[in-house]
């Protein structure tokens, strides 16, 4: 005996076995002052780790005065933050004066608000869909 099972349950079956599609993320970094040393540029998708612990993915492109723009290719479809550092001198850190505060330019997705420290997550954070997006980070000196 031969049990036929309908063509919906092997098409629902090979819809669940493709693996997430995923989209291009283009950041387009603004105000740049300089082209002294790197633009770093740090993708979350771990509140948790986010701005300064492990990321998802890291960038470091040349600087340019104005405006440079990053690809980020085949980012899957989901909930992120990014924290950009222009590390003037490229020794791989922010660089502050004798109070603390910064020294080289940095900035975060959404520009959201920097007070006494780094904003949360949430306050950053974008959704890429499954076609990608593209987002705009301000340097702030």
């Known amino acids: 005996m031969s049990t036929k099972l309908p063509l919906w349950v092997f098409m629902a079956v090979l819809v669940t076995a493709l693996p997430a599609r995923a989209g291009d993320l283009i950041v387009e970094v603004t105000e740049i002052r300089n082209d002294r040393g790197l633009i770093r540029l740090a993708l979350h ?3 948790e ?3 300064e612990g492990k990321r998802f993915r890291g960038f470091d492109e040349p600087a340019s005065p104005g405006s440079i723009v990053v690809l980020i290719k085949d980012i899957p479809a989901g909930r992120y933050a990014a924290a950009l550092l222009h590390d003037e001198n490229r020794d791989g850190g922010m660089n502050t004066n004798f109070i603390g505060l910064p020294l080289e330019g940095f900035g975060f997705s ?3 608000p920097v007070r006494l420290s780094a904003p949360p997550f949430e306050a950053a954070a974008f959704d890429v869909p499954h076609e990608g997006t593209r987002i705009t980070i ?3 000196y």
């Open 49 to 51: 780790e986010f701005p």
């Open 110 to 112: 959404r520009d959201a």
């Open 138 to 140: 301000r340097v702030r």
């Open 45 to 47: 998708n771990d509140p």
